[in-house]
């Protein structure tokens, strides 16, 4: 059985996510949510709280979506990276997250409305970057990469690059274009 404070989370997400995190009031979540003022305020001090709340959640459900989907691709650890790309491009079609739809990357939107890089949410963003960022380098080390590091590097530029441009252009093709250029990156820095 659902709790009020997952409601009140999965709630405040969906609105953060599609509708920005300074522009949704909390009156909007809690009549979304159908959970009373005082419940949410049992549960999180302030605004501020159920915006980390959130964002640990989408940290939890993306990380878990795309290295899934990664997975399922093939055993072979060059294949799941190259996978990432396919799973990205689903999700600019908006056919990953149920009721989400695509609107861009909440990590890079949190970090944007809250610039300064000290604030708890612009650090929850930086920390699911890099946690992506970390297994993306391990799939590198297992496909046998020289320098799984600088490889993992350029492989999340290349997928925050398709984000933005998917978000800003509307363009989900971008994933596929990302994808090609991976392929190249791969070649040389895998051996044959």
């Given at each position: 059985?659902?709790?009020?404070?997952?409601?009140?989370?999965?709630?405040?997400?969906?609105?953060?996510?599609?509708?920005?995190?300074?522009?949704?009031?909390?009156?909007?979540?809690?009549?979304?949510?159908?959970?009373?003022?005082?419940?949410?305020?049992?549960?999180?001090?302030?605004?501020?709280?159920?915006?980390?709340?959130?964002?640990?959640?989408?940290?939890?459900?993306?990380?878990?979506?795309?290295?899934?989907?990664?997975?399922?691709?093939?055993?072979?650890?060059?294949?799941?990276?190259?996978?990432?790309?396919?799973?990205?491009?689903?999700?600019?079609?908006?056919?990953?997250?149920?009721?989400?739809?695509?609107?861009?990357c909440a990590f890079i939107n949190a970090s944007g409305e809250f610039s300064q890089s000290d604030h708890p949410a612009h650090r929850l963003a930086a920390e699911h970057k890099q946690s992506v960022l970390d297994y993306i380098a391990g799939l590198c080390a297992d496909a046998g990469a020289r320098d799984p590091v600088t490889l993992a590097e350029q492989l999340a530029l290349l997928k925050e690059g398709a984000i933005v441009t998917a978000q800003v252009r509307g363009l989900p093709d971008a994933a596929q274009t990302a994808k090609s250029i991976a392929k190249g990156l791969l070649d040389a820095a895998l051996p044959a």
């Open positions: 059985m659902r709790s009020k404070r997952d409601d009140l989370v999965d709630t405040a997400l969906r609105l953060f996510y599609t509708q920005g995190f300074n522009a949704t009031g909390i009156d909007k979540i809690l009549a979304e949510s159908g959970v009373a003022k005082m419940t949410m305020y049992k549960h999180f001090k302030s605004k501020d709280e159920l915006i980390l709340a959130a964002l640990q959640r989408r940290d939890e459900q993306f990380r878990e979506w795309l290295a899934g989907e990664m997975t399922k691709a093939s055993d072979h650890p060059r294949e799941q990276l190259l996978a990432m790309f396919d799973a990205l491009e689903q999700w600019f079609r908006g056919r990953a997250f149920k009721g989400l739809g695509f609107a861009g």
